[in-house]
């Protein structure tokens, strides 16, 4: 079997995640990424499948081409090679709301079972628990992007039934990648589990979320990473293990 499509038999479940959300992306697509492990995901299917893609970031780079793993979005490795820098409202205006945006990744400290996120406030608004960053871009990402694609470990807190706040709907949420399985939209909306990780248990999952979890009849097969891509991850994209450890 040549080399670049042999499976990896060595991975962490950081680098599972990083290679399933950089198979979410298509040669040609333009997407709008953060920091952390979407875009390190980015930068591996640009190495791989899809070199024609083109990155964007909040901060105003546009196709951008980082020699190195970016610690924030306002890092200067951000710009290496970028087609352009622009304003955040030309990013926005020009390219979000004018529906350039094929794919846009999203984080949160709460998402709930119809992909709605939070990113504003835990506890009543009014008087909460704690006060989170707000929205930033990441309602306009939800809106405008043609699909979104969350990734973030499981954990019951921050998968409850109901967000206490929705920052940004979920109406185009497409996948969540997690750390267990992956989650899609059913019939009606609700995120339900379409794929398990080898070795993990469907109730595993269940007592990570706040909802009683539906699940696919016949759950998908998780292609294991190639031995290539944890390669690239580990060598070129992130040798620091950043965000791989």
């Known amino acids: 079997m040549p080399a670049t499509t042999e499976a990896a038999t060595d991975y962490t479940l950081n680098e599972l995640m990083c290679v399933l959300a950089a198979r979410e992306i298509e040669d040609g697509d333009v997407v709008f990424v953060g920091i952390g492990l979407p875009n390190l995901a980015c930068n591996l299917a640009r190495a791989t499948h899809a070199p024609n893609m083109t990155l964007i970031y909040e901060s105003g780079a546009v196709g951008a081409v980082p020699e190195r793993v970016p610690p924030s979005i306002g890092d200067p490795a951000l710009v290496t090679g970028s087609l352009m820098v622009a304003s955040m409202a030309d990013i926005f205006q020009s390219f979000l709301q004018n529906g350039k945006i094929q794919v846009g990744f999203l984080g949160g400290a709460q998402v709930d079972k119809r992909g709605n996120i939070n990113t504003t406030a835990v506890g009543p608004y009014q008087a909460p628990k704690v006060r989170l960053p707000g929205s930033g871009g990441a309602c306009e990402i939800a809106i405008h992007a043609r699909r979104v694609i969350i990734v973030a470990k499981l954990d019951k807190r921050a998968f409850p039934d109901t967000v206490d ?35 993990v248990a469907f109730e595993q999952v269940q007592e990570n979320v706040g909802w009683k979890l539906k699940r696919k009849s016949a759950l998908l097969p998780v292609a294991p990473p190639r031995a290539r891509e944890i390669e690239l991850l580990r060598t070129q994209l992130d040798p620091n293990r950043l965000h791989i450890k």
């Open 165 to 199: 706040f929705i920052t940004s709907p979920g109406k185009r949420v497409a996948k969540i990648i997690t750390n267990m399985g992956i989650l899609e939209p059913d019939a009606s909306g609700e995120m339900a589990l379409t794929a398990l990780y080898p070795g």
